[in-house]
């Protein structure tokens, strides 16, 4: 095997998962330092340029050999947003900074951030969780049907889940104890 690879590099480049031939191929092309690996730029081509090489492979050479992070498919980009930024419930849109609760969204004309009643506390405001209690809040059209279950003895954080998880048969059934303790 004669490459112009030390020895080192060499050791690394198996470590990485290359086998002997494929660094003696690397040396064959034109690639002969770390510093060649810029020329080639990423781990798609380095693949293009050895055959039978894994993507998993090529990702780790060309992170080692550029200094740059391994990218795969499964890395998603980090956002950090300020905690005030408020997307609206229906489209995902960023709303404006002037943005306050209770207004409509820009994009879908719907309100952005809904105001939900709390089944636990009965306060109200936007938002998933309850400002006051933290419960979650479940949607309006079953806010009936999680009273009951408050009153039934059911913890806090197990009605959501359980209204989640019934189906619309089971709904049914609640509804009719809900009506039958109004009457």
Not at 110 to 124: D, F, G, N, R, V
Request: charged share 20%; aromatic share 6%.
């Amino acid at each position: 095997m004669s490459t112009a690879f030390s020895p080192l590099e060499t050791k690394i480049l198996q470590a990485k998962g290359l086998t002997a031939e494929q660094v003696s191929l690397l040396a064959e092309i034109g690639i002969a330092a770390k510093t060649d690996f810029a020329t080639v730029g990423d781990a798609a081509t380095l693949q293009q340029l050895i055959p039978g090489l894994d993507a998993s492979v090529a990702s780790e050479v060309m992170a080692w050999a550029t200094g740059a992070a391994p990218r795969s498919a499964s890395t998603a980009p980090i956002v950090v947003e300020s905690p005030d930024v408020v997307y609206c419930v229906h489209c995902k849109t960023k709303q404006p900074k002037d943005y306050s609760s209770g207004d409509l969204c820009t994009t879908c004309g719907k309100q952005a951030e809904p105001i939900l009643s709390c089944y636990w506390c009965t306060s109200s405001g936007p938002g998933m969780f309850c400002r006051q209690c933290g419960a979650e809040f479940v949607p309006t059209a079953e806010l009936d049907l999680a009273m009951l279950l408050k009153r039934e003895g059911i913890a806090k954080d197990a009605i959501p889940t359980q209204l989640k998880a019934l189906t619309q048969a089971d709904k049914d059934v609640l509804w009719g104890r809900v009506r039958k303790s109004r009457g």
